[in-house]
């Protein structure tokens, strides 16, 4: 069975009383690890960036930089939040930090082609998990093989950045490609679209890591609610995910223990078709195909029988075994 690492975006925009409540929602719907954003937003944009008047009805501030800054923990809150996750046992990680010491750091999209970021990223040492929204496969090879060779312990996730992303934008496709493209690292998704059946496909593909935004409430005012995910979609998604990556069972098509019964009752052998003389060489028109008892040779051979004798005289309409078949 393949590991998966269910990653949860909290929404920074909800008051921060709700974090404990989110939480421990997280581990009840059986997520692994619960994730933030943080950013010292002066070396996220530059000036005029931050200056930029910001008209979204998500705004939380006339410009950018006001937006970012309402919305952003303090180093306080989010050793909060990290003392609370290791409390219910959940863990806990963020994009664009290591300070507190998480167990892998998440590169989000918008640093993927950031390479001097990425450099030192890869050089803690620490797992990452780099996400691809935004970029172009011919960044993502240059992402390869830059972190490879400093730290081999990473994945990167299929990720487009729009929100909630049209289903026509997802491309799960990247998927099968950045497996064959990188064959030695786990691909995982980062999705932004609304309900979950597309992240199941995505496990469904072999995604080995899967993140998703979590908000209490669809509703609420922020760029990222819409396409995030309320509790009991949560849920709905862990048992999903759980679920697929039980049925993806083996690549061998084999006859089951299981199909036993039904193969008894409805499985198909050969069977005469008239009455056939001991002695006598076989032709097509002497057989036919039946559900039998007792179950008979496997109709899948009926052309090799042609031309063969029978050891013993056969009523019509018995099953033909190997038994009766001369060698
Ligand atoms: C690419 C990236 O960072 N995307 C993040 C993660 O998916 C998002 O949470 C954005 O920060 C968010 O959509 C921005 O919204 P606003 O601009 O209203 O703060
Ligand atoms: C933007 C982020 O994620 P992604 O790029 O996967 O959407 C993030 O982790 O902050």
Redesign the pocket.
């Known amino acids: 069975m393949c590991l998966l690492v269910l990653l949860i ?1 909290y929404q920074y925009e909800i008051p921060f009383s709700y974090f404990s409540l989110l939480s421990s929602c997280l581990k009840d719907c059986g997520a692994d690890c619960a994730k933030f ?1 943080k950013s010292v937003l002066e070396c996220k944009f530059n000036k005029k960036a931050l200056e930029r008047p910001y008209n ?1 009805p ?1 705004a939380w501030g006339k410009t950018y930089g006001d ?2 800054r309402h ?1 952003e923990f303090n180093h306080d809150q989010y050793k909060e939040l990290q003392k609370y996750a290791e409390e219910i046992g959940i863990y806990f990680t963020a994009s664009g930090m290591d300070e507190l010491g998480v167990p892998f750091i998440k590169v ?3 640093d993927t082609n950031n390479f001097p970021y990425l450099k030192t990223t890869a050089e803690k040492g620490r797992p990452m998990v780099i996400s691809s ?1 935004m970029q172009s496969m011919e960044t993502m090879h240059r992402v390869y093989n830059l972190v490879k060779p400093i730290n081999p312990n990473f994945c990167i996730l299929q990720c487009s ?1 729009a ?1 909630p992303l049209s289903v026509e934008d997802v491309h799960l496709r990247v998927i099968r490609e950045y497996q064959s493209a990188f064959p030695d690292i786990p691909i995982g998704y980062s999705g ?1 679209e609304t309900g979950i059946a597309i992240t199941v496909a995505a496990v469904a593909m072999g995604a080995k890591v899967v993140e998703r ?1 979590v908000t209490l409430d669809k509703t609420w005012k922020g ?2 609610h819409q396409a995030s995910l309320e509790p009991n979609e949560l849920a709905e998604l862990v048992r999903s995910i759980r679920l697929v990556e039980k049925a993806m069972g083996s690549p061998i098509k084999r006859l089951l223990p299981c199909e036993m019964i039904c193969r008894s009752k409805l499985g198909k052998s050969v069977v005469a078709k008239t009455k056939i003389p001991a002695g006598t060489a076989l032709t097509l028109s002497m057989l036919c195909v039946k559900a039998a008892e007792p179950y008979g040779l496997p109709p899948e051979d009926i052309f090799e029988l042609e031309g063969k004798t029978v050891k013993r005289d056969i009523e019509e309409d018995e099953s033909i075994t190997e038994e009766e078949i001369e060698k």
């Open positions: 975006h954003q979204s998500h937006h970012k919305l989000a999209s918008l929204g950045s929100y932004h935004h760029n990222d």
